[in-house]
């Protein structure tokens, strides 16, 4: 297919995150039709986006070089997968994240697009080896993991099957690239990728010093929020350690490795979730913010509006 085809790109399935790939395709001034099984609900999403874009319009934040009426001038929904596919060079699934759904999901696309056409699913913790294991050539297929809300998170995972073709990879890491994401490729696919294995190692950390009777929620947050995320939004673990020794990251090691060791190895196992040590986690939390509408939505869109504010920062520098 020649590049002057790569117009289209299909969204199938028109949730929260359906939608925020297609606001995110739709900025790069790409065509974007959604597709949803839901009668009308494609149309509805659309609804929802226009609200959206004129919001970040209004506030300065709208992505891209179009306006939001050029913007929503590409998009269409459909209620009929076949036409929601037709002249698409890539297609985004984001569907429920049930293994059953998504292999019939693709094993449909399949069946309806080219053989050039590449088949990209936003799961969060399937690998790509199951959710395609029913789709004949997988060459063409591959995870890309957004982080919500990717609008303003621009991380991507790309995750390849086992059999995913290099150029697959590269060009879908190209096309991240143009819609202003910010693509990283995992070499082979692993349980969690990259950013959720790290997430869980903080999880359980968190979990045990709290649990442990260490610290509270509310300090264990504050670690995060005032201490590591400061530099996290700019630079990494790597840099962050290479920068915290006079002469870089092997020097940081040989000062610092046999403490970090110590450390790792005063780990305990995997934490209790959810029985009787958990509860005073939770209340603990409800105490802090209720686990009602009213109080969780106000925090929602307060991490949003830090979100914007801190994407924003970003972007200037
Ligand atoms: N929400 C997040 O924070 C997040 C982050 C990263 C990745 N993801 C992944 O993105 C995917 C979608 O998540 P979501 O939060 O948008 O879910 P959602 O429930 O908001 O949306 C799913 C949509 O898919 C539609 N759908 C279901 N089955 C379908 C089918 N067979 N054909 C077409 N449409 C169908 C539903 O009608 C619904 O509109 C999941 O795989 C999820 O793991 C979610
Ligand atoms: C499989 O997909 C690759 C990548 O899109 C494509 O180049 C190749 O022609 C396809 N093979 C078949 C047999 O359809």
């Given at each position: ?206 979990w045990r010093l ?78 802090l913010i209720p ?20 994407a924003k920062l970003?972007?200037?520098?």
């Amino acid at each position: 297919m020649s590049t002057a085809d790569m117009k289209i790109i299909t969204v199938i399935g028109s949730g929260l995150i359906g939608r925020s790939w297609s606001m995110v395709f739709v900025s790069g001034g790409y065509t974007v039709k959604i597709y949803d099984n839901q009668p009308g609900q494609a149309a509805k999403a659309i609804t929802e986006i226009r609200k959206q874009l004129e919001e970040l319009e209004g506030a300065g934040m709208l992505r891209g070089e179009l306006t939001a009426t050029q913007q929503l001038a590409l998009l269409s929904s459909y209620d009929d997968m076949a036409k929601a596919l037709e002249g698409a060079f890539f297609v985004q699934e984001c569907v429920f994240e049930q293994l059953e759904v998504k292999q019939s999901v693709f094993q449909d696309i399949e069946r309806l697009v080219g053989k050039d056409v590449t088949l990209s699913s936003s799961t969060s913790c399937l690998v790509p080896s199951s959710v395609f294991s029913k789709v004949q050539n997988r060459s063409r297929c591959l995870v890309s993991h957004p982080v919500n809300p990717p609008y303003y998170v621009k991380l991507v995972e790309l995750v390849p099957h086992p059999e995913t073709a290099a150029t697959v990879m590269d060009d879908t890491h190209a096309l991240m690239t143009k819609v202003g994401q910010a693509p990283v490729c995992l070499k082979k696919e692993i349980d969690g990728f990259a950013l959720n294995r790290v997430q869980a190692a903080i999880i359980a950390e968190s979990w045990r010093l709290v649990q442990d009777g260490i610290i509270s929620v509310k300090d264990i947050d504050l670690v995060m929020s005032e201490g590591l995320g400061m530099r996290y939004a700019f630079i990494g673990p790597m840099e962050t350690m290479h920068l915290n020794a006079p002469e870089g990251l092997q020097d940081y090691m040989k000062r610092y490795g046999e403490g970090i060791t110590r450390v790792l190895n005063s780990f305990g196992p995997v934490p209790d979730f959810s029985g009787e040590g958990a509860k005073s986690i939770f209340n603990e939390m409800r105490e802090l913010i209720p686990s009602d509408q009213q109080h969780l939505s106000a925090r929602i869109q307060r991490r949003d509006q830090l979100l914007m504010s801190l994407a924003k920062l970003k972007k200037e520098h």
